[in-house]
């Protein structure tokens, strides 16, 4: 599916409908370049898997957990330098938590992302500053 939003809050809204639709262990990798609205999106999926949390991006923390009825676990993955480096951190203990997992930068980490995860790549489009073409694949299961 593929959306086009023209405001931070609609690449929110799009966000929130994907998690309405998301179960425990799914796993959501983004790919975008700076600014093109991974957090915001994980805004919007927080919400729609039921986290109340105030959502912040991981860049300096690697990952940050929100608690709901679905846990979030929200991955920054800018700042490492490849996969061995995301299973030091514990990927794997995340994924067997039941939670979502939602995966900023997953091209830097591509050998641990599942094969069955949503991708979710945000990209500029058109000449304004905050318009944004979002791109869902994958997640046989949605």
Not at 61 to 67: A, G, H, K, Q
Request: proline share 4%; glycine share 12%; net charge negative.
């Amino acid at each position: 599916m593929t959306y086009i939003s023209h405001s931070t809050a609609e690449t929110e809204r799009i966000g929130e409908e994907l998690g309405r639709r998301l179960r425990g262990g799914n796993v959501v990798a983004y790919v975008g370049g700076l600014g093109m609205g991974k957090t915001a999106f994980t805004r919007g999926l927080a919400r729609g898997i039921g986290c109340q949390s105030r959502v912040t991006s991981p860049t300096f923390t690697i990952v940050n957990e929100y608690d709901g009825p679905l846990p979030l676990f929200h991955f920054d993955m800018y700042r490492l330098p490849d996969s061995n480096a995301l299973f030091d951190i514990g990927w794997d203990d995340y994924l067997d938590r039941g939670g979502v997992c939602a995966v900023e930068w997953s091209e830097n980490v591509a050998e641990a992302i599942p094969a069955d995860a949503v991708c979710v790549t945000i990209e500029r489009c058109g000449d304004q500053e905050n318009w944004r073409r979002i791109t869902i694949t994958g997640g046989d299961e949605l």
